[in-house]
């Protein structure tokens, strides 16, 4: 009888353990399911985690390579970039050269600043037009640079926009310093205004040297065609800003495919409030220049 009773106490016992052990068991589960989900967002604000954003970029980097011809590349590559607007066509790349490379583009420039000048139109002159460029500047081509810095920031404007280096301008490394500015103006010469052209400058990529601590932006006054119908005057700092980012680069495009001048990509540079600015301007044209190499 008592061994009876021992057997039946040993099935309840039994019964009520297991269901304690699942319970348990799902309790632990779930607290750590949910737990580790709740850190993750709360470090990440509800994105993907850096370590993971680091493992897709390594994955995109090993995808096999296609056959190429004698003008391509052996492999894949990526650049990350931004489309700031569709309207103007304007490109924004992050970290597109490296702090050293930016000091480096500086101290080759340094020395042959010069004032910035202007194409003028009929009609206008050197008073005329004073204060709507106030920078100082120089042009250096690629093979004048005996580091081979601007030679690698060149090479890879060429692969983002799909321009050969033949059709691009020498770079035209400039400062602003506080008060300096360049009004809104067209990178593109419109041919009734400046007379015939042999080329037209269809695209603008420009290297930000240095963080500008106050101003100094780059404005699009009439992206997405907002202010056309206020008599804007090209002085003030209105539209899509830009803000100078050491490292930085910034396309956009002056013509559209058919070859006329887009009213869209009017653009200037905003006075430096504080700091200075240093900014490498690269010029694409539609045809080849021979100057840039």
């Known amino acids: 009888m008592a061994s009876k009773g021992r057997l039946l106490w040993g099935l309840a016992r039994a019964k009520v353990e297991f269901p304690l052990v699942f319970f348990y068991c799902t309790v632990f589960f779930l607290a750590g399911f ?79 600043l010069e004032p910035s000048t202007l194409a003028l139109r009929e009609g206008e002159t050197g008073e005329n037009t004073k204060g709507i460029r106030t920078s100082s500047g120089t ?48 990178d593109a010469f419109n041919p009734a205004e400046y007379g015939p052209q042999q080329s037209h400058r269809v695209a603008t990529f420009l290297l930000y040297l240095t963080d500008v601590e106050e101003g100094g932006e780059t404005i699009f006054p009439y992206e997405n065609g907002l202010n056309m119908d206020i008599g804007y005057d090209y002085e003030k700092c209105i539209g899509l800003k830009v803000k100078p980012r050491q490292g930085d680069g910034l396309l956009f495009y002056s013509m559209f495919t058919n070859h006329t001048i887009d009213p869209l990509s009017l653009h200037g540079s905003c006075p430096v409030i504080k700091g200075v600015k240093w900014v490498a301007a690269k010029w694409i044209r539609d045809q080849m220049q021979g100057n840039s190499t």
């Not at 604000?45 to 993971?52: D, E, F, I, M, N």
């Not at 690698?152 to 400062?175: D, G, Y």
Request: aromatic residues 12%; charged residues 25%.
């Open 34 to 112: 949910y737990g580790s989900l709740l850190f993750s967002l709360g470090f990440s604000g509800g994105r993907v985690p850096r370590g993971r954003l680091l493992e897709v970029d390594k994955e995109a980097s090993d995808l096999p390579g296609m056959p190429y011809g004698e003008t391509g590349e052996s492999r894949p590559s990526s650049v990350t970039f931004q489309v700031l607007s569709w309207k103007p066509r304007a490109v924004y790349f992050p970290k597109f050269a490296t702090e050293e490379e930016c000091q480096n583009i500086i101290k080759v420039a340094r020395s042959s």
């Open 139 to 186: 042009f250096i081509s690629a093979s004048e640079d005996s580091t081979g810095i601007l030679d690698q920031v060149e090479r890879k404007i060429s692969r983002v926009t799909m321009i050969p280096r033949e059709n691009m301008e020498s770079f035209n490394v400039l400062r602003y310093e506080i008060g300096q500015r360049y009004a809104s103006h067209y």
